[in-house]
């Protein structure tokens, strides 16, 4: 199931499927390290549009609302409710 | 002498092999664009010496940012690259190796912070690395020197590549086939610093910590601050000190032009170091007895927020309520930097992308901002007259920051994007960087700030002994009096608030002032113009044209501020209840108003998609 960074829960986690956006606007999200076909978890995020905070490889991100609900995700665990981790 | 460009991502440590390098003093922290400008240092070998230059980070040589050009430029230059690298975060830092492996130049690899990827499970096969990417990869650990001989010793060997050049996209899927056959994951627990990471970027635990971090950063402050001001005072300045000026005073028997600019006026016979005016009564004083000691602890606290890598998460906090002046959560860096001192402060506003949010930041900041200098000022002399008063000046800059910002944002087309920002590792700061960035401050504290108040209080005894104060005062009487409510020669203020603004406020204490009118001064001096430092600086940051609309905004905005108090305070309102409602306003506006900016990003989405 495909899913916006917004949309995911904290704990869940997935693959990135596309980045919705100009040329630019992806190869900036690409270069720190958010890219299609990159794992990710998210952490947390802010709430009332807020930043979202994922986990990519060893780092952490934070992206704001306005690029986080650009990014789509196949998610995983989707059954299983914001487990902390 | 070879050039050696030293270019990685950010917050990599580049600034430290640098600094261990050379043993030039740069700033160091611990979040991305500490250096946004390249730094020069010089690297003596065995047999050669090198130019070494520490470029600002980067995560690609073709830049998206004005600090990026920065190091794409450098990079052009370089006889030798050494590309840092971070060993936690190889993927997305070869990255940028490949392109510079494509450029034509010598390059040599150091896997930097090698001793954090082992404690985080990463094992990197080193030979393998070096044999796939044909460049000699040195192992190191920049903080404790590690390595570094090595990478010394290996400038002879430095291999140029000269790849033929890939698309984007093949790119990342070379790195990515790359990084699976060099490094191998192992699970390990999470640690203490990382359990506390995760709580910070929570908001439910990272807001209250948010604001338990900034109400401590201020109570030390303004406690340790004024603390190690009253001792000062009392040990050094009413001490040894004076009798040393009086006895200096009376050798010049008290009065001519020498004695003037030296010790100034004696008020009933005595030196008083707040009235005096003299270079060395006022000046020494208000530089070494009342801002050194509130700017020492100020910057002991922001060098601790730095380097443990705590400045990004407040970011991430606060990023909502800062969307709503225009700006996002990064922009909160600078603003904090601002507290210390405005240039770097005007500096690091380079790491915000689009011109719009430089100039949003960097005007909020010079209005709206004091500078340390000047707290400690208003601090020291509002605070006598209770702290009702000082809440006000705190609450009428705060309204200033909010409703400015809220306007700006409104008017000036354009909208800022949401940000996205890497967050470092928890790091615990060590004593001795901490030392060292401390003095680094102080040193140039003391060198750039001496001549401005030296100069400031030479031209103030000019002005005086020639009587253009006296005049100035009389043709602005009708200005000062009637819309700020202060005796005309508060004017003279105004002249030497672009100088030094410490003197400038030290300077309403001869005038005499009622606490109202010490607030509005106070208040005006703060918001009015940036001082000559901050201005340069600024002019070279935002342009001519940028920076003369914002001089408009601020010398507007300083006069209708002060006026606005000058009806207000103590008239109408008393000043607990007006620095209250001011601080409920700030917060219940923004709030009502919502973000305008956030609306048309996301439209602007809309058209993308």
Redesign the interface.
């Known amino acids: 199931m495909k899913l916006s960074l917004v949309e995911m829960k ?1 704990g869940q986690s997935g693959v990135i499927s596309s980045i ?3 040329a ?2 992806a ?9 299609e076909g990159k794992s990710i978890k998210k ?9 979202v ?1 994922v986990n990519v ?14 990014i789509l995700v196949e998610v995983e665990n989707i059954e299983e409710n914001s487990s902390r981790g | 002498m070879r050039k050696i460009v030293l270019a990685g991502n950010p917050n990599v440590g580049k600034s430290v092999i640098f600094s261990q390098l050379t043993g030039a003093k740069v700033m160091i922290s611990n979040y991305s664009g500490t250096t946004v400008e390249f730094t020069r240092g010089q690297l003596n070998t065995e047999h050669e010496s090198f130019e070494v230059l520490d470029a600002p980070g980067t995560y690609s040589l073709e830049p998206t940012s004005k600090v990026e050009e920065v190091a794409s430029d450098l990079v052009e230059k370089a006889d030798i690259v050494i590309n840092v690298v971070d060993a936690t975060n190889l993927e997305r830092n070869l990255f940028l190796t490949t392109e510079l492996m494509e450029r034509d130049v010598p390059l040599i690899i150091a896997l930097n912070m090698i001793d954090e990827a082992g404690h985080k499970g990463v094992k990197i096969d080193i030979e393998k690395m070096e044999s796939e990417l044909g460049v000699p990869v040195i192992p190191t650990v920049a903080v404790s020197g590690e390595g570094l001989k090595d990478l010394v010793d290996s400038l002879s060997s430095s291999v140029n590549i000269d790849k033929n050049s890939l698309s984007i996209p093949d790119r990342w899927s070379y790195v990515g086939a790359l990084v699976g056959r060099i490094q191998e994951i192992v699970h390990r627990h999470h640690s203490w610093l990382e359990r506390l990471q995760d709580a910070s970027l929570n908001p439910l635990t990272g807001l209250p910590l948010a604001g338990l971090v900034l109400f401590l950063a201020f109570q030390l402050v303004i406690g340790l601050g004024d603390f190690l001001h009253e001792f000062m005072e009392d040990y050094i300045f009413e001490g040894p000190y004076e009798t040393l000026l009086v006895y200096l005073s009376e050798a010049m028997s008290g009065r001519g032009f020498l004695h003037d600019v030296l010790i100034g006026q004696l008020v009933e016979g005595k030196i008083d170091f707040e009235e005096s005016l003299g270079v060395l009564t006022t000046g020494v004083y208000v530089e070494l007895g009342v801002v050194l000691p509130f700017l020492a602890v100020f910057y002991l606290v922001l060098g601790f927020l730095e380097d443990s890598g705590y400045l990004p998460r407040l970011a991430v906090m606060v990023d909502r309520s800062m969307h709503r002046l225009g700006l996002h959560g990064y922009s909160i860096i600078p603003m904090v930097l601002g507290f210390g001192c405005n240039v770097p402060a005007a500096l690091a506003a380079r790491n915000l992308e689009s011109r719009r949010e430089r100039f949003i930041a960097c005007t909020l900041m010079a209005v709206a901002v004091p500078c340390m200098a000047q707290l400690a000022l208003i601090v020291g002399l509002v605070g006598r007259f209770g702290l009702e008063y000082l809440a006000v000046v705190f609450a009428s800059l705060f309204f200033i920051w909010v409703v400015l910002g809220l306007i700006i944002d409104r008017v000036m087309p354009g909208y800022t994007p949401s940000m996205v920002i890497e967050i470092p590792p928890y790091r615990i700061p060590s004593l001795k960087a901490q030392v060292k960035k401390l003095v680094m401050r102080i040193k140039g504290f003391l060198v750039h700030a001496t001549p401005y108040i030296l100069g400031g209080i030479l031209v103030i005894n000019i002005l005086y002994t020639l009587g253009i104060i006296d005049y100035l005062g009389m043709l602005f009487t009708p200005v000062v009096r009637g819309l700020l409510g202060l005796p005309g020669e508060a004017v003279s203020t105004l002249l030497i608030g672009f100088l030094r603004k410490d003197v400038a406020v030290a300077m309403l204490v001869p005038l005499g002032l009622t606490a109202r009118q010490f607030v509005i001064g106070a208040v005006v001096l703060a918001a009015y113009f940036p001082c000559a430092a901050t201005f340069t600086v600024m002019v070279k940051e935002m342009g001519v044209v940028d920076m003369f609309k914002s001089a408009v905004i601020m010398v507007a905005t300083a006069f209708s501020a002060g006026f606005l108090l000058n009806l207000l305070l103590d008239t109408i309102i008393p000043a607990a209840y007006l620095a209250a409602g001011l601080v409920a306003l700030s917060i219940i506006l923004p709030l009502l108003l919502g973000s305008s900016s956030d609306r048309r990003e996301l439209s602007d989405l809309d058209e993308i998609a």
């Open positions: 904290p919705k956006g100009g630019g606007f190869a900036k999200l690409n270069q720190i390290g958010l890219r952490i947390s995020s802010v709430f009332n549009r807020g930043p905070t490889d060893n780092f952490q991100i934070a992206v704001g609302y306005g690029k986080a609900i650009r």
